[in-house]
Structures are given as structure tokens and as C-alpha cells.
């Protein structure tokens, strides 16, 4: 058995900011940011939460894979800024959307989170444990931005995408996960829900900002990283790139993207991205894009898809799946 996506729904807040909004909090641009990042926008949160927006996603993606709530048996919720540690998002979506007989946990890998727990439900179907998995993406990422600092704060957005997975007779998936525990300096990340942060920030206690990274150490990392794990997960199920329908990757940086495509000697068209409207919204980047692709009708039965995540740990993950 193999988890085939019946559904897929995305929320993300009405309130947006801009390049320029941005140029008017720390000294930057428009055009720089644009140049360096791809990024245009980004949606911020206004009094919505992280297991709001997980909420809203899993009911818009409920509703178009016409599975009930009911028929959920595992609820696996990719986040690292949840509004609480617990109880877990995961299991306030659960309430939310009424999925009695699911139960359901968190899973905390940054920006891998989505995919990492995209692979963990095709283990689960494919092991026979579950038969219907939602698979939520979710971050509220400018509750852990210092917005006085330009390195960090531009590049990130809010926003949670879902995945409805049914198990099904089908090609097997093909993953691969990798870890690097002694390169986590270099992309640390501290809540700003941490009791007490504003006073420490006050008393000069914590020096560093609250998303610390070594940007150009996190691009070489990516651009090195994805297209090796790209070609294992390929090699895995005997298949080569040209097999490959499209590469939905974590958005990051459009300069990440494209420098995999050329290491891959693939044509960029095949690397759809939408970071120009959502800045980087961590675990919820690839959800959010695969709803985009479903809606605007470029996802065909059969199609094949790599997508892979990278980030924080340091961790990175892909999956070859048919659609
Ligand atoms: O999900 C994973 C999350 N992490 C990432 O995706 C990070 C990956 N890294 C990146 O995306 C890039 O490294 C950044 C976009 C963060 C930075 O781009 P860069 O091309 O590596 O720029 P840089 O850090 O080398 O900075 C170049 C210049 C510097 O000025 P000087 O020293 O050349 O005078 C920076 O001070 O640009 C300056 N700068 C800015 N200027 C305007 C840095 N940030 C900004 C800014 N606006 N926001």
C-alpha cells in the first residue's frame, strides 16, 4: 500500500508585507531583497495562530479529497512555532476539525518538518498502521523573527498547507532522511514565547537574535545537500531525472532553487516556486506550493514528483512519489 494525496488545502493570513513595508523597519530593499531571495511578500499572522492556520489548511484539504474527519487515523503536524509545546498543535487540530478516531503528535524539524512527516505517514500506510494520514505543514514564523534584524527578517513568512493521504494500491514511495547534529549552530531558532524573553532581551542576557543563521553556511549546505539526496532517492528506485514531472522543493531562496536545477542539469521549468507571494514559511512552504499546483490544474494522475526540505538541525529530506 502507498499514500496517494486525495486532498490538499492551504491557509494563509490576509494581512501582507511587503519589500517596502520591510524597508521602512530595518535598512534594506526592494530590489535587494528581490535579487538575493526571490521574495516579494509575505503573509503575516494577525491574531492567528499556528494550529488556526494547521486548522483551516486540513479542512480545506478535507474538503476537496472527500475523506471525513472521522476517517483520519493519524494527524502528523510539522511545526517548530506552535503557540504551545503541549498540548501539541497536532491534537488541537484534531479538535478543531473533529477527528475523533485520530490520534496525532508534532513533529520539530524546521523547515525538513513537512517532508520528514510526509515520509513518516507513507511509512505508517505502507507498514498497514494507518490508512488515511493528514499531513499539516504550519509555522508562524514571525513570532520568532527579530525584526531588527535584516539577515533574518526578510526572508520569512506565515502560512500552513495540508495533505490528505488515502492508502491505495500504487508505485512505491522512495525517501531518504539525513541528519547533521554538528552543524545546528548553524541555524538556531529561540521562541519568542519563551517566558521571560522580553526582560532578558532588556537586561542584554540574550545577545543573540532570536533566529540566529549563518546564511551563506545554510546556502552552500542546501545547494550541496539537495541534489545529493535528489540523486539518492533516484537511485533508490531506479529511476533518473528526466522521470521526474516536477521538483517541489522548500522554499527558501530562489537562488537555492535554481543552483539545485543547474547541479541537477535540469530545466528550471520543472522547479515550479511561489516564493515571490510567501516569503519562506518553513514547514509549510512545500504543502502550500503542492495546493497551488493541485488548484491551478498542472498535477496529473500519475505524475511523478520529487520534493525535498532542508534547514534547521542541520536536517534535510526528500520523497519521490506519484501524484
Ligand atoms: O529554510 C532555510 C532558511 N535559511 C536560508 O534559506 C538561508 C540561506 N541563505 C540565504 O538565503 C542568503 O545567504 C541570504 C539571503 C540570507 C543573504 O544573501 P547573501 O547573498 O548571502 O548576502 P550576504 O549575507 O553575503 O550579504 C551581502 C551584503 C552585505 O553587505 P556588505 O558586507 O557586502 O556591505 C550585507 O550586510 O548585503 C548586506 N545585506 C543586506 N542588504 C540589504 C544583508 N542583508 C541585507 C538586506 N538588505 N536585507
Known amino acids: 500500500m502507498v499514500g496517494k494525496i486525495c486532498g490538499t488545502g492551504s491557509y494563509v493570513p ?36 499556528t494550529s488556526y492556520m494547521a486548522g483551516q489548511a486540513a479542512m480545506r484539504a478535507l474538503e476537496r479529497s472527500g475523506v471525513k474527519p472521522d476517517e483520519i487515523d493519524m494527524i502528523l503536524l510539522a511545526t517548530s512555532s506552535s503557540e504551545t509545546v503541549y498540548p501539541c498543535a497536532a491534537c488541537e487540530v484534531q479538535r478543531m476539525i473533529g477527528a ?61 498547507g495540508a495533505v490528505v493521504l488515502r492508502a491505495e494500491e500504487g508505485t512505491p514511495v522512495s525517501m531518504a532522511a539525513h541528519s547533521d547534529g554538528e552543524k545546528g549552530p548553524a541555524l538556531t531558532g529561540l521562541s519568542r514565547h519563551r517566558k521571560g524573553w522580553e526582560k532578558e532581551l532588556e537586561d542584554g542576557a540574550v545577545k543573540e537574535s532570536f533566529i540566529h543563521m549563518d546564511g551563506q553556511g545554510v546556502f552552500k549546505f542546501a545547494v550541496r545537500k539537495v ?71 498542472m498535477l496529473k494522475r500519475g505524475q511523478k514528483l520529487m520534493t525535498a526540505g532542508f534547514g534547521a538541525g542541520l536536517t534535510w529530506a526528500a520523497c519521490l512519489f506519484e501524484w
Not at 19 to 26: A, E, Q
Not at 124 to 142: K, N, Q
Not at 249 to 269: F, G, M, P
Request: hydrophobic share 40%; glycine share 6%.
Open 227 to 297: 541534489p545529493e539526496i535528489i540523486e539518492e532517492v533516484l537511485e533508490k528506485a531506479d529511476a533518473s531525472l528526466d522521470d521526474i514531472d516536477y521538483f517541489v522543493l522548500h522554499q527558501a531562496n530562489r537562488r537555492i532553487i535554481e543552483a539545485v536545477a543547474k547541479r541537477l542539469k535540469t530545466d528550471i521549468s520543472k522547479f515550479p516556486m511561489n516564493l515571490e507571494e510567501y516569503a519562506n514559511t518553513s514547514a509549510a512552504t512545500v504543502p502550500i506550493l503542492l495546493d497551488e499546483m493541485d488548484r491551478s490544474g
Open 100 to 160: 475523533t478516531y485520530a490520534s496525532g503528535y508534532d513533529i520539530n524539524a524546521a523547515c525538513t518538518g513537512f517532508v520528514l512527516a510526509f515520509n513518516a505517514a507513507q511509512a505508517y500506510i505502507s507498514a498497514g498502521f494507518c490508512r488515511t494520514v493528514l499531513v499539516i505543514g504550519a509555522e508562524s514564523m514571525s513570532n520568532m523573527i527579530d525584526w531588527t534584524d535584516r539577515g533574518t527578517c526578510i526572508l520569512f513568512g506565515d502560512g500552513a
Open 14 to 49: 490576509a494581512r501582507v508585507m511587503d519589500n517596502d513595508d520591510l524597508s521602512r523597519i530595518v535598512d534594506t530593499n526592494d530590489a535587494w531583497i528581490r535579487e538575493r531571495t526571490g521574495i516579494g511578500k509575505r503573509h503575516i499572522i494577525d491574531g492567528e495562530t
